[in-house]
């Protein structure tokens, strides 16, 4: 089995990692397994901060690195919270803080379509010359107010397209047919 480590300890994009790479011979471990720390991430964009993030944890455990980089961009709000998604209310993984600052900025806007954005950057090793790279785009709207208790992040106020529900009312399965990190996971499996 290959084992690629994440450049990242969110337990909730490792659990849905491994879900879509099962049966394909790859393991996915944390980069918290390896005590490892983030690497600053200084990029502009969810390119440039995926590759910075996939390129350190490489360095540090020798091992091929996959990063994630993703967030939510709000159209009314130029893209906003962007590559800040996780700390856009102040601090770096309080989801309820983020959706609820987000629900407040948006509460005089009509436009409330958004996408989630996911960028993955696979490096082989630390100074891999041409990783790849993948990207998924998930289309919806912001609800309201938060439904569901399924996920993490912005899901509770995220209305996927064509559907009456949030994400966080999606089954992990259905979740992982439809989401932003499962269109750019069967990119990176198609360029693989």
């Known amino acids: 089995m290959n084992t690629w480590v994440l450049a990242s ?3 909730g994009k490792l659990a849905e990692l491994n ?3 099962a049966g394909r011979n790859i393991q996915v471990r944390s980069m918290g397994e390896f005590d490892l720390t983030g690497a600053e991430e200084n990029g502009l964009s969810f390119v440039e901060n995926a590759l910075i993030k996939a390129r350190h944890v490489a360095k540090e455990t020798g091992l091929p690195a996959l990063a994630d980089d993703s967030g939510l961009a709000v159209n009314a709000l130029g893209g906003a919270p ?3 998604s996780a700390r856009y209310a102040g601090v770096h993984g309080n989801d309820q803080a983020n959706y609820i600052k987000l629900l407040a900025d948006l509460e005089t806007f009509e436009d ?14 630390a ?3 041409l990783p790849v ?10 609800l309201p107010a938060p439904q569901g208790e ?3 992040g912005y899901d509770p106020v995220f209305q996927p397209k064509n559907e009456t529900i949030s994400a966080a009312e999606l089954s ?10 499962a269109l750019a996971c069967a990119e990176l499996l198609r360029q693989l």
């Open 9 to 11: 300890e969110n337990q």
């Open 19 to 21: 879900r879509l790479l």
């Open 82 to 84: 962007g590559i800040y």
């Open 112 to 125: 409330r379509s958004a996408q989630f954005v996911c960028v993955l950057a696979l490096v082989r090793s």
């Open 127 to 129: 100074d891999d010359p």
């Open 133 to 142: 790279i993948a990207q998924g785009l998930w289309q919806g709207e912001i």
């Open 150 to 152: 399924n996920g993490f």
């Open 172 to 181: 992990p399965r259905q979740k992982s047919q439809v989401s932003h990190r």
